[in-house]
């Protein structure tokens, strides 16, 4: 039986070991058998990936939505919670380039034309790309 402090070492020499045989990888790819892999190794086909690994994910993607309309939203942090939440889930939907594109949308929340808003969001390909999503969107701007 290992210690705590073995084990970690233990782990740590065989982690260093698979990243030179396997590569790390960021971005998906197919293994020399076929499967759709990414990271070290990592058959997502066969062993996809864990739930908390999923909720890790999510959490950082939607911190770096944050971080990104943050920086490029002049008054993104003075706007309403619900507000934000909104433009938070488009950012993660069509990334933030797209988002801003979006520039009567955002000009109308600017000056908190909240209605406004919403008839822009609808009048786009995107609320016709993500029905329900939009509907529900628009509607919370609305509100």
């Not at 020499?13 to 990888?25: C, H, S």
């Not at 959490?59 to 309403?80: T, W």
């Amino acid at each position: 039986m290992l210690t705590p402090g073995e084990k970690a070492r233990f782990f740590e020499k065989v982690e260093t070991q698979l990243i030179v045989d396997e590569d790390l990888r960021l971005k998906p790819y197919r293994c020399p058998a076929g499967k759709l892999t990414i990271g070290v190794g990592r058959n997502l086909e066969d062993n996809g990936i864990t739930r908390a690994e999923a909720y890790y994910l999510l959490r950082n993607d939607v911190d770096q939505c944050h971080r990104q309309l943050s920086l490029a939203i002049p008054f993104y942090d003075r706007l309403p919670s619900e507000k934000k939440e909104i433009l938070l889930n488009m950012c993660f939907n069509m990334g933030l380039t797209r988002l801003l594109g979006f520039k009567r949308m955002l000009a109308a929340m600017a000056v908190n034309k909240w209605d406004e808003a919403a008839h822009e969001m609808g009048n786009s390909k995107w609320a016709f790309q993500v029905v329900d999503r939009a509907r529900r969107l628009m509607e919370k701007m609305r509100g």
